[in-house]
């Protein structure tokens, strides 16, 4: 089968669809059947699982929903496989024991839900590690959010290697910068990394919970903070969705508009990385120093235009809330041609470092094969060989006009310095498509439609900076009674178990800065 169907895949497993809408399909089965049907979806269908969560339905089906989200890439489709289990048995035959991608999601679900995958390899909590009492579960429907927990005290069981001449470097959680918390545990043989374990999630916000029982605008505050260097990122995955249950046809200006705040953050963040990557990672400090200086001019541009840093407050359900002047859009087109000319000088010196090249060139490597199983998402899957790109495998805003389409771009030696280029050409592909809008642009024109949703699930996908969001999105009588705006990070911070293992230890940050991951959008 060269190029996959809908129907041709649901014929092949013997499925029929309980629901479909324009590009999602829903089918529901059997607990027994549930991980053998997403095996056979994954392994011989060769569709990534980019999503799993879970549902309260004890209200009205007296259980518990799993849903595992599926990527039909090649027909621009989505596949959603849903089972239930009963409130006196919480529990199904674990999806992650045959898909590792799933390994993460259903110990969230474990987590927030009391749903037990049985056999899952790993069962330690995930998000409720040392303090949180067990037997917590605040994504369940009678968990008041605003509920004061004691505090256990519970060691996390780390992995510890032993043996002669091995012993552990513990890293964090508090680090010597603004970064958020996290701890990672080295176990190592002089300076050679045996195994790498991090442990996250020491300061959740209970954004999820936060969100049930608002309306999508009173949402949008929320989801434009899941994490601030993506925030229109977030905001429009979470529109795509809410517009999917509103039946609305979103204006071209506010598609424009909406596609040039997501590529402007791109630009901003991908000068951030070359320069953080080649400056603060190596000690290549004139990087870092002009690097940041380039960036600052965009950040100062959000700052005048939207009277943030952070192209944040533009993106709401329906459309957009305003459009830009035509003395705006000539400080875009200016301020864009100033930072992409200084940097593209900029990264010509770097580029012929012999000692930067020494530092990226086999470091930190992610082999083909361990991106798809852990299914990794955006740029470290493409700089390993995974060509996969929403923009382009589920096209969505001013990308599904053919001219606006940006050429993905993909390395096949997964290393550091590999997820370096591809940042350079990334940056030339953000700015021509800018390029290509601001013509396009008027400040004339509908910019956004009424958007009362109807009851019902959908799910919204744009292709951030750093990956891949997909977000999920659940209404009950116009009030949102599920929301899951899964970020990219939380799908690639298990690569530093396969990233750490063989290189050195001062060679981890470059490893860390290259992925750049949020904790803040994991943390939900």
């Known amino acids: 089968m060269n190029m996959k169907t809908m129907h041709a895949v649901l014929e092949a497993v013997g499925r029929q669809p309980t629901f479909a809408s324009v590009d999602t399909t829903w089918i529901r089965v059997e607990r027994e059947a549930f991980a053998p049907l997403v095996h056979v979806l994954v392994h011989e269908h060769n569709l990534p699982l980019s ?25 621009h489709e989505w596949l959603v496989v849903s089972t239930e289990v009963p409130e006196s048995d919480p529990a199904y035959p674990s999806v992650t024991s045959s898909v590792m991608a799933a390994h993460w999601y259903e110990r969230l679900l474990s987590d927030m839900f009391g749903v037990t995958p049985a056999g899952h390899p790993d069962p330690r909590r995930l998000v409720h590690h040392e303090n949180v009492p067990l037997g917590t579960h605040p994504l369940r429907k009678d968990f008041a959010w605003d509920a004061k927990l004691s505090h256990d005290d519970v060691p996390y069981p780390m992995h510890h290697v032993a043996g002669e001449g091995v012993y552990e470097i513990p890293v964090g959680p508090i ?12 176990n190592v043989a002089g300076e050679r990394i045996i195994t790498l374990e991090g442990k996250l999630f020491f300061t959740h916000k209970g954004v999820e919970k936060l969100l049930e029982g608002r309306t999508p605008d009173e949402a949008m505050p929320f989801i434009e903070r899941v994490s601030d260097d993506m925030s229109p990122s977030h905001a429009l995955a979470f529109c795509l969705a809410v517009e999917k249950l509103c039946d609305a046809e979103v204006p071209q200006q506010a598609r424009l508009v909406r596609t040039l705040l ?6 901003t963040m991908h000068i951030h990385d070359l320069s953080n990557m080649a400056g603060m990672g190596t000690g ?27 192209w944040r407050g533009v993106i709401v359900p329906g459309g957009v809330a305003r459009t830009l002047l035509s003395e705006e859009r000539v ?14 000088a900029l990264l010509k010196v770097f580029l012929v470092s012999d000692g930067l090249h020494e530092r990226l060139e086999t470091t930190g490597v992610l082999p083909l094969e361990t991106a798809k199983a852990y299914g990794a998402l955006g740029l470290p899957a493409r700089a390993s060989g995974l060509d996969r790109d929403v923009r382009r495998d ?4 001013a990308y599904l006009a053919p001219e606006l389409l940006p050429r993905v771009v993909t390395q096949k030696a997964g290393d550091v310095y590999a997820r370096y280029r591809m940042r350079v050409e990334e940056l030339q592909t953000t700015e021509q498509v800018i390029q290509k809008l601001l013509p396009m642009l008027s400040a004339d024109g509908f910019l956004r439609m009424d958007c009362q949703p109807r009851d019902g699930m959908a799910l919204g996908a744009v292709e951030s900076w750093r990956g891949e969001i997909l977000t999920i999105v659940r209404i009950k009588d116009g009030k949102i009674d599920r929301c899951f705006p899964r970020d990219p990070s939380f799908c690639n911070w298990a690569l530093f178990g396969e990233l750490g293992p063989g290189n050195i230890v001062p060679d981890f940050p470059l490893c860390n800065k290259s992925l750049n991951l949020s904790y803040s959008g994991t943390d939900l």
């Open 331 to 344: 400080d875009v087109e200016k301020t864009v041609a100033s930072v992409c000319a200084e940097m593209h």
């Open 262 to 267: 997501h590529e402007l953050e791109r630009l």
């Open 284 to 310: 290549y400090s004139v990087a870092a120093a002009q690097g940041f200086r380039v960036k600052e001019d965009l950040v100062r541009l959000s700052a005048r235009l939207l009277g943030n840093r952070f």
């Open 394 to 397: 589920h096209p969505y805003a």
């Open 51 to 75: 999503l799993l969560f879970g549902t309260d339905d004890r209200r009205e089906r007296k259980g518990f929903g799993i849903h595992v989200v599926l990527s039909l890439d090649e027909a």
């Open 175 to 186: 680090h010597a910068g603004i970064i958020e918390p996290g701890h990672f545990r080295f």
